[in-house]
């Protein structure tokens, strides 16, 4: 039994199938079953977002718009073409795959924040693309994406299209979890900690780079669709650099290199304005939750460094570490 407990591909499928099965059997409202579903979606993209920043050590700040354009992507194919939702979930995390290889070919030569801004710009660009590519995406008024169905079963209810982004976010999981406990997750590892000495134990740091930063803009395409099947409607303003920014926060205070940290950090940071809307005397002050996501940004980096994944972990190593240390001479008897 404590192997089991102890295996995490087990843990996933079972947390999954819990957490799958919590509005089917209780009562809940449809802001609050739509909040559950933006938490699993944030969570798959946060996922590849990590596997670029926690695990490579790679940032983007353009993936927002990914993210924008698998949501234009099945709106498009299932609307205009009429394919089937699942083959327009699959394109959608393909092609911006592909357009993330292309950008990654000449981005990734670059580092730090030089890579930061490249990949700002890029993303700036493509929201600007959102905005005059109205045959596409129809511009400022918005593409409208139709009720995803699959195998004949339209998933109308909230509740049923979270069972349906559960099972996405599972399987994300477990791919991820193999991939990054395979030669390719210790490669990315190797690179983040210390680039030259990866070089030096042969990793090929472009291509392990590319595979990434090609990862992570799949991830984000994925929810991208999931997104817009959920609330059937998407414009270009909603792909900013503020979803790029609370992607990066989503990461950092959940805890970096951590899939659990993943979905704990878009948890939070899809609760925040859900919180904040609710006390009175705060509802006066502009972009309060903003606020509220950069002050937890803060003092996470400043007393949680491991995010909240890791926080019982740091704190039993943290009394560990008391216990060991020997009691001055002039305290002793």
């Known amino acids: 039994m404590k192997g ?45 977002f990590n596997i670029l920043l926690g695990y490579a050590g790679q940032i983007s700040l353009g ?21 089937p939702f699942l083959v327009s979930l699959l394109l959608a995390g393909v092609i911006p795959m592909v ?3 292309i950008l990654g070919l000449v981005a990734l030569r670059l580092e730090g924040h030089y890579l930061a801004i490249a990949t700002l710009g890029f993303g700036v660009a493509l929201q600007q693309t959102f905005k005059e590519w109205i045959g596409f995406t129809n511009g400022f008024s918005g593409a409208r994406a139709v009720t995803p169905e699959i195998f004949g079963f339209a ?6 299209f979270f069972v349906l982004v559960v099972i996405v976010c599972v399987l994300l999981i477990l791919f991820a979890h193999n991939l990054l406990s395979s030669k390719t997750g210790r490669a990315l590892i190797a690179m983040r900690d210390s680039e030259h000495a990866a070089q030096a134990m042969g990793v090929s740091l472009f291509k392990y780079k590319l595979i990434a930063f090609a990862l ?3 991830y984000a395409g994925i929810g991208g669709s999931l997104y817009v099947h959920l609330i059937r409607f998407t414009e270009p303003n909603q792909w900013g650099i503020d979803v790029s920014l609370n992607l990066l926060a989503m990461v950092v205070i959940g805890g970096l290199a951590s899939i659990p940290g993943s979905v704990l950090g878009a948890a939070f940071i899809v609760f925040i304005p859900e919180f904040v809307k609710d006390i009175e005397w705060l509802q006066n002050i502009k972009n309060v939750a903003s606020i509220f996501t950069g002050v937890a940004l803060v003092l996470v980096i400043l007393f949680f460094p491991y995010g909240l994944a890791r926080i019982g972990t740091q704190i039993k190593a943290s009394l560990l ?13």
Request: hydrophobic share 50%; charged share 15%; proline share 4%.
């Open 63 to 83: 993936h927002a718009a990914f993210m924008g354009l698998g949501a234009y992507i099945s709106a498009y194919f299932t609307s205009n073409f009429e394919l």
């Open 4 to 48: 089991i407990l102890q295996n995490k591909p087990f843990l996933y499928i079972l947390t999954g199938l819990i957490v799958a099965m919590i509005p089917l059997v209780t009562d809940m409202d449809r802001s609050t079953l739509t909040m559950l579903n933006l938490i699993v979606i944030y969570a798959i993209v946060a996922i590849g």
């Open 99 to 101: 357009v993330g290889l």
């Open 155 to 160: 998933l109308r209810e909230r509740e049923h």
């Open 216 to 218: 992570s803009t799949f």
């Open 321 to 333: 570490k008391r216990q060991k240390q020997p009691i001055p001479k002039e305290m002793e008897g």
